[in-house]
């Protein structure tokens, strides 16, 4: 399959999904990662990424496969959370005794409804409706939001009770009383979800994580063509609070919306990540009232999220035990938002259920109801940053009994907002003026005969913190030594003596190669954008690029390799990384000298030699006249190599085979490469061989027949790609 192919045409996609479902389907093999590594256009949209992993899992639970649900989603790291949502969706992971309506038909792109709305796209979709993004003519083209339910008049009745900041409100409401379908029109207050914003907090197990990530789940599925209704104050976090402050403030706002309904006799029901939107400015807005229950009604309790319901509602939705019923309320609603934060605090549900350890959602509920009788260790057990007073109000949602929790949600508003409400000024003055509060310090030590004290304790701790650092580092435990370099470099960067500057240049450093040992490339590349601040350093940059790369923003990692090689850091793995870029965008000439360059640098360099090989195919697909015995060359010092890659074997039987129309000596060896390639990994039925427009001039060979029809004898390998994943460093430990 061509890897220029045109992603942006419209359908482009759809079919290309068509087509992999149908041929995993008719091979009984998925192969979705490599497709993700073959295409980097996936995995720069995180909604393709999304979409190839679900009919993946899809399909193996088709085939009765046994597939840990959390593993799986693990090997996804981008989308694990949204994954997880959509995972639980399909595992009847949402409970409902109503019937779910499986034929609620499904609006295209133009198609009007109610005679005034226009379809721009489907946002959304549940058990009970779909949500489009509409626009409306009438109304100067203003873009509104319309959910299409079957008995949506209940839920927009509770709606209009509701008018919060930190609700979505109803606009109108379109249908007739009994009618199968209605409408619920609300405003377009943004795109982003707390599932967006589990993603971009905990895109894999770690201690900590920070703030700015709200504001990248906010807007990062934005469009420049979207028109927000702005007609309340969209307000973010307050500016300069770390993470934890940050989850805190989320909370009270939510609790706020919530104490806003409770008090209007209306329980939300099924409080959940994909249940609260984010503005684009990281303002939390309850969506989704449609299980909501009237206080004071005798109303029908259906349905739910099990990892996110309260012990009461599990006996009564699940297990139906009907006392339970009774039991359930606002308080209920609290045990949610528990739920919720405790997530967001360490990247973890409080109690977590695997979905294929049994089939019986009734096996998986008592399970459940099992851990929820015994307390959660507390967030700070997997994230040292959050404190006493955060724990507390976490683990108090989160109690067994409804009479246990909170006596509301004002008060957990309340509680929460002690949290990150800055009632001391100096607290205040510090996280705004750190250098200026340090200096005030200083001088009043000098004042009262304690000269240069807090300085000395100062530059004290910074040092202990960043020799600690260091020797983590030499050992290995960089995830330790992360936590110290980021510890020690601002107290370095302020402690104000003419070495702590490029003390606190190479703490920044140190943290950034232990963040790309870690895998976590955003913070990986945020220290290195710390080194830059305080001196343009040419390897720096190219450290950078590689952390940009594997954080998907693949144009500033560009960039930085080129400004590394303009500043004169010269490297294999530059150049290499450099000529993988040329090569993405089918620039195979400069892909050719950036490798070549490499070569030149470092000869075994065996990426950069594949690199090369694979323009060079590329050049000889489009021009069957060439005949570059470069790529002979490559050839020959790769397969020397023996590595057990079987994609190296397929293209050097494709180049060889492109090579027997000049000479026919080429025939045998592309079929000797050919069949070494399937023993060692590659399926002829996977990757039909006949199919490949590289192998026609050999694939009317008896030879070629027979090997298209063997079975391989090894577990596929991919070895070789044709960038670089580390850069050999100018500086060691």
Known sequence: MDQQLDWDRPGRWSEFLTEMTSRWRREKQTDAERLIDRFPQIARRRTLVMDLAYEEYCLR??????????????RFPTVRHSLAKLLDVHEHISFSTAEIDADQPKYDVGDVLFDRFVVLESIGKGAFGQVYLCREPNVGERQVVLKVARRGQFEAKRLGRLTHPNTIPILDWYGEEGETQSGILMPFRGRGTFDDLLDHAWPRTRSSSDAECLFRAATERCKPTDLYDRSTQDDGPPSGVTFTEMVAWLGAELADGLGNAHSR???????????I??????????????LSLDINQESRITGGTLPYMSPEKIKCVVLHQPDARFEIGPHSDLYSLGAILYQLLTGRLPYSVDLSASSSRDGLAKRLLDSQAEA?????????????????????????????????????????????????????????????????????CILIGGTAVLATQLDSSAERAYGRALGLAAAGDFEAAGTHFARAAPLLLDA??????EKAFDAYYWLGRSMLALEDYDDAARAFEHCLKLRDDPEVYAQRGVALKFSVR??????????????????????????????????????????????????????????????????IRNDRELFPMMAIEDIGVLLSGQHQDYYLYLTAAEVYSMMSVHDPQYVDLALDALAESVCIGCDPVANPFRARSDLMPINKHPRFVEISNRKPQFEPQRLLYFNDKTITPCREL
């Not at 404190?387 to 949600?409: F, Q």
């Open 554 to 619: 693949r144009e500033e990692a560009y960039q930085s390799f080129m400004t590394a090689v303009a500043r004169g850091f010269e490297s294999a793995g530059v150049y290499t990384n450099i000529g993988g870029f040329d090569f993405i965008q089918g620039r195979m000439d400069q892909a050719i000298d950036c490798y070549s360059k490499a070569l030149q640098l470092e000869p075994d360099h065996v990426n950069a030699r594949f690199g090369r090989l694979l323009a060079l195919q590329m050049k």
């Open 277 to 290: 939107l984010l503005t684009p400015k990281g303002k939390p807005l309850l969506l989704d009232f449609n």
């Open 376 to 444: 959660p260790a507390a967030p700070s057990f997997y994230n040292g940053e959050v404190g006493r007073d955060l724990d507390g109000i976490v683990l108090e949602c989160l109690r067994y009994s409804p009479d246990k929790r909170p006596a509301s949600a004002d008060v957990v508003g309340q509680q929460l907002r002690r949290c990150y409400e800055i009632t001391n000024p100096l607290k205040w003055a510090w996280r705004k003026h750190p250098r200026l509060v340090k200096q005030f310090a200083s001088g009043l």
């Open 61 to 74: 639970r088709d085939w009765a496969e046994s597939v840990n649900a959390s593993d799986y989603c693990g």
């Open 496 to 501: 104000g003596h003419p070495d702590s500057r």
């Open 265 to 275: 006799e209306v329980v939300h029901g099924d409080l959940k990540p994909s249940n």
